[in-house]
């Protein structure tokens, strides 16, 4: 019987500003989206995948992709993919390498790999208000503002403005681990996603806690996921809700012994309404604990 892996997370509240390593003008952007027919601001996949290779990096784990700080750089070990299943990466994550046709009217060629390990797009819990700050540069920190670079000490502070958003994000995954070359990989992976550190940002990384404070995960021989964006918030992200997860359990869906809940508060109202309906609720990452010894027991 193959198993699948689906999981759900929601991130504690924070102050989400330069995420992205691009800009409008003077101003340090946010990507948004419309979501449920308001302004949302989100997170790529991408964005989580690049943390996910840097945590594994730091973990000890074998990548094939890293990225080199002293060039500002992707690099990889193996360019042309012949040890894929060597490395973590490329075994969870996927790759593409596309060539350019080596003559004239020959079709071009493609190595490529499908991930494993699917994540979705972060999307905040909670719309976006439109909240900007202004700042400004001391003089002489920014010396490609400077007019005279001799004098740049002397020269005014260099304005600029940063899009901000306190909220909490929401986003899932889905795994199959009989598709990995290594199978234990998907253990490493839920572990790591436990974990997560810094995702996304440019030159100035801000802190913004991207690890679960709260993380469903359903191991099932179902295929869908159903479990997806199943969080949502009545009080401006202050409280999270699982009124979806819950009526997929009442209408047969999702079963409670398919599932395992992290919360950062088990006796919160959350955690009392999950444990209503039979389902195993503990701290995060007792939770990730549990469900990677279930995983271990059923890929062997």
Not at 51 to 60: Q, V
Request: with cysteine.
């Amino acid at each position: 019987m193959t198993i699948h892996i689906f999981a759900n997370i929601v991130t504690p509240f924070g102050t989400a500003a330069n995420n992205r390593g691009e800009n409008n003008g003077n101003t340090t952007t946010l990507q948004k989206l419309l979501w449920k027919s308001q302004v949302h601001t989100t997170v790529s996949a991408e964005s989580i995948r690049f943390a996910l290779r840097r945590l594994f990096i730091e973990n000890g784990e074998k990548t094939n992709r890293y990225w080199d700080e002293s060039i500002q750089a992707n690099c990889w070990n193996d360019p042309e993919f012949n040890k894929w299943a060597n490395h973590i990466d490329d075994d969870l994550l996927g790759y593409m390498r596309a060539d350019a046709a080596k003559e004239e009217g020959v079709a071009g060629t493609a190595t490529i790999r499908r991930a494993v390990l699917e994540i979705t797009r972060a999307v905040s819990l909670t719309p976006w208000s439109g909240d900007v700050s202004f700042n400004a540069a001391s003089p002489g920190a920014t010396p490609s503002a400077a007019k005279n670079k001799s004098k740049s000490s002397k020269q005014p502070p260099a304005p600029y403005n940063a899009e901000l958003h306190a909220t909490r994000y929401q986003y899932g995954l889905a795994m199959t681990p009989e598709r990995l070359a290594d199978k234990t990989r998907a253990t490493k992976a839920l572990e790591a996603i436990a974990s997560l550190q810094n995702v996304a940002g440019n030159h100035g990384r801000f802190l913004y806690d991207f690890a679960p404070e709260i993380m469903v995960i359903r191991i099932t021989d179902d295929p869908a996921p159903r479990i997806l964006y199943c969080f949502d918030t009545k009080d401006g992200g202050q409280t999270v809700d699982a009124d979806a997860l819950i009526q997929r359990i009442e209408c047969g869906d999702v079963t409670p012994d398919e599932l395992f809940v992290g919360v950062s508060n088990v006796n919160s109202p959350l955690a009392t309404a999950l444990k209503a309906k039979k389902i195993a609720v503990s701290g995060v990452r007792a939770a990730v604990a549990d469900a990677c010894k279930k995983i271990a027991k059923q890929i062997k």
